[in-house]
């Protein structure tokens, strides 16, 4: 089955099999290797993309549900080069620890910051509740959101 989509930015096309996820879409055919295979379930967000404006699990949508739609991954953040003040920001503030879920904390971070660019804590927690990371206590996750957000560190 032929589908057409935006990804990152550029039109794309690919032959898929129906049953194909998102996520594997992504890794194995596209070979964009950022978004992982946590769950499996949709319980982690280490899969997590954006959608047309959404952070989805890309491990729940079927690759034919994309038809259309524009996808962001975390490859398609960097342009020209430049890191997004967001990826800057987990930087800065020692928020990427092993690095797994940081694809997906991230994306989920700017899909809230795309549609509520100045959010409050309890917003930034809401949007980032389906992300798990087992590596730290999401404060400094959470410090970094608030800074690219433009937030001092502490301030809602």
Same mark, same amino acid.
């Given at each position: 089955?032929?589908?057409?989509?935006?990804?990152?930015?550029?039109?794309?096309?690919?032959?898929?099999?129906?049953?194909?996820?998102?996520?594997?879409?992504?890794?194995?055919?596209?070979?964009?290797?950022?978004?992982?295979?946590?769950?499996?379930?949709?319980?982690?967000?280490?899969?997590?993309?954006?959608?047309?404006?959404?952070?989805?699990?890309?491990?729940?949508?079927?690759?034919?549900?994309?038809?259309?739609?524009?996808?962001?991954?975390?490859?398609?953040?960097?342009?020209?080069?430049?890191?997004?003040? +967001?990826? /800057?920001?987990?930087?800065?503030?020692?928020?990427?620890? &092993?690095?797994?879920?940081?694809?997906?904390? =991230? *994306?989920? @971070?700017?899909?809230?910051?795309?549609?509520?660019?100045?959010?409050? +804590?309890? /917003?930034?927690?809401?949007?980032?509740?389906?992300?798990? &990371?087992?590596?730290?206590?999401?404060?400094? =996750? *959470?410090? @970094?959101?608030?800074?690219?957000?433009?937030?001092?560190?502490?301030?809602?």
């Amino acid at each position: 089955m032929i589908i057409q989509f935006v990804l990152n930015e550029k039109p794309c096309q690919v032959d898929i099999s129906p049953n194909t996820r998102l996520l594997d879409l992504l890794r194995e055919h596209l070979h964009l290797t950022g978004a992982k295979e946590g769950c499996g379930i949709g319980e982690c967000g280490a899969c997590t993309v954006i959608m047309d404006g959404n952070a989805v699990n890309s491990c729940l949508v079927r690759a034919t549900q994309i038809q259309g739609k524009k996808i962001i991954t975390i490859e398609g953040l960097r342009q020209n080069g430049e890191y997004d003040r +967001l990826q /800057e920001k987990f930087v800065e503030h020692g928020a990427v620890q &092993c690095g797994f879920c940081t694809p997906g904390m =991230i *994306l989920s @971070a700017k899909a809230l910051l795309m549609h509520t660019p100045h959010p409050t +804590l309890e /917003e930034i927690h809401r949007a980032m509740e389906g992300n798990l &990371c087992r590596c730290t206590g999401y404060n400094k =996750i *959470l410090a @970094a959101v608030q800074d690219a957000a433009g937030h001092g560190e502490g301030e809602t």
